[in-house]
């Protein structure tokens, strides 16, 4: 029997009188074939320690453990710390680490690892309130993460994987893409959670690229350009850069010699543009001294 057999969950939640917090993000994993392919998914072995990100009672840190190094549990809810250690008792490649994933110093913690010189990736059950902060969070601490294997709402999945010219497409597409090669791996029902979420799931697996997908001169402008160009998104591009970065005579004049370096027609959406055409903007945009 597994911790995800419903049975046992709801005999592990009745045992320790657990009630769920809405505000956690908690909707908990009751089917062991989908976990099986999440860890099929994330291709983990023994030469690989495992981040997880709300293990909740254990369902995935279970599957993980057995596959795994070491795995490394940050679960924020104080209640869950007595029942992972009577859940997952039988394992010694567990670090349950009671802190808000979004406040710990991970540079630090991954030293805390048996052998920190093995690969690590991040699999996980978001908490979906969070998903972009965390996923933020963790590439921003530059951290060479392999991979991240991580279930997330199906419409997010979709916004982090699009492609130009389509409606989910935006600039959390460019902040993630630029880092890592996404791929939606599996969509999942609401039906196998309890208590079951209202939307859709998808496992999405994003790979870190050797080398970032473009090149820039300034990395901190061209997620700035991204964002400003996606602001008010039925807006032409030119309307956005100008809101942006001022209507004077001069500031026109340079942005139109800009876009025109870049060889991007100014009436055009910010959805339009492909993210080496964006790279290609945001160093003419400094060229020109913005
Ligand atoms: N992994 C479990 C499963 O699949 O059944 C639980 C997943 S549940 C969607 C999300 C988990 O993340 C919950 O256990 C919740 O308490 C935890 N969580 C929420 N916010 C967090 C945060 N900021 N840092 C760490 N854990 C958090």
Avoid at 34 to 63: M, S
Avoid at 98 to 119: H, Y
Avoid at 173 to 184: C, D, E, P, R, T
């Amino acid at each position: 029997m597994r911790i995800a057999d419903y049975s046992v969950t709801r005999a592990i939640l009745d045992r320790h009188g657990f009630t769920f917090k809405k505000i956690f993000g908690q909707n908990f994993l009751t089917d062991t074939n989908i976990l099986q392919k999440i860890v099929d998914t994330a291709e983990i072995d023994k030469n690989t320690n495992v981040i997880e990100i709300g293990p909740g009672i254990g369902a995935l840190t279970e599957f993980l453990a057995e596959n795994a190094a070491e795995v490394m549990a940050f679960e924020i809810d104080d209640r869950l710390v007595p029942i992972l250690a009577d859940t997952l008792r039988d394992f010694d490649n567990i670090k349950v680490v009671n802190e808000d994933i979004l406040k710990s110093d991970l540079q630090t913690r991954i030293k805390e690892f048996s052998n920190p010189a093995l690969p690590i990736k991040v699999v996980a059950n978001l908490p979906y309130y969070i998903t972009t902060p965390i996923l933020m969070h963790l590439i921003e601490s530059k951290i060479p993460f392999a991979e991240f294997v991580v279930m997330m709402q199906k419409e997010v999945a979709d916004r982090i994987s699009a492609e130009p010219n389509t409606k989910a497409y935006g600039s959390l597409s460019i902040a993630v893409q630029y880092y890592m090669a996404a791929k939606l791996a599996f969509i999942v029902p609401s039906t196998v959670f309890v208590p079951a979420p209202n939307v859709d799931s998808a496992i999405l697996k994003m790979t870190r690229r050797e080398q970032s997908l473009v090149q820039v001169q300034d990395e901190d402008f061209f997620f700035h350009l991204a964002k400003t160009a996606f602001v008010h998104r039925r807006k032409t591009l030119w309307n956005n850069l100008t809101s942006r970065f001022g209507k004077s005579e001069e500031v026109k004049a340079k942005l139109e010699q800009a876009l025109e370096k870049a060889d991007i027609k100014p009436s055009i959406r910010g959805e339009a543009l492909s993210i080496s055409e964006f790279a290609k903007l945001a160093d003419a945009l400094k060229e020109a001294g913005f």
